[in-house]
């Protein structure tokens, strides 16, 4: 019994040690960047990144640098005072490599400062600067059917990841590698102890 035990611990041993390769930390090196610098107000663009742990829900923080450009005329009104906005904060998910991608569209004109916060791992990337000027667009208009603005908050998240609908599939490989050790151990010490008995028996 003893020797069952013994075998049966090795054999499990070596299935832990097998899925061990699949649970090790994999990451991508630690970047941000946005795909477009300079955008008209509401106006998307891609923020992207990585250095995060695998499939770690990632904080966008946006935070303006030189506030919110006064509206015309604005200067002559005694009553109104030009506020600068508090940083925003979107949400993304990382993938298993530890990129994130997020569009991101903000609504009022200045320059902002970008960074990304790994929710588990704290690792952050950034800042990135993007600038928001009206003058940008063609038109001289907002983008219609991009998000932004609405219910008058200054950020809008234009779409979200994808969505992580499994387990990574190395983790599932090891684990079977794993079973077919185990199986093949305590196989290996039933057939050991029948030829016992049978030659014990002779």
Known sequence: MKKTLAALALAGSIALVGAAPALAYTSSPPEIVVDDAAVAPNEPF???GG????????????TPVDGTAPAAGSQAVAAKVNVFLAPQTLSTTANADGRFSLP?????????SITATGAISGNTVGPVTVKVDPTFSE???PLAGTGGNAGGAPLANTGTGL???GAD?????WTLVG???LAAGAT??????RRAKVEAAA
């Open 139 to 141: 038109a001289g208009a």
């Open 46 to 48: 891609i923020l992207s």
């Open 188 to 193: 290996s010490v039933m057939v050991v102890r």
């Open 163 to 165: 969505a992580n609908t």
């Open 179 to 181: 079973a077919g050790a």
């Open 104 to 112: 991101i569209s903000i609504s009022e004109s200045g320059t902002y």
């Open 51 to 62: 250095g995060m742990a695998p499939n770690e829900p990632v904080n966008v923080t946006v």
């Open 169 to 173: 599939s190395g983790l599932v490989l």
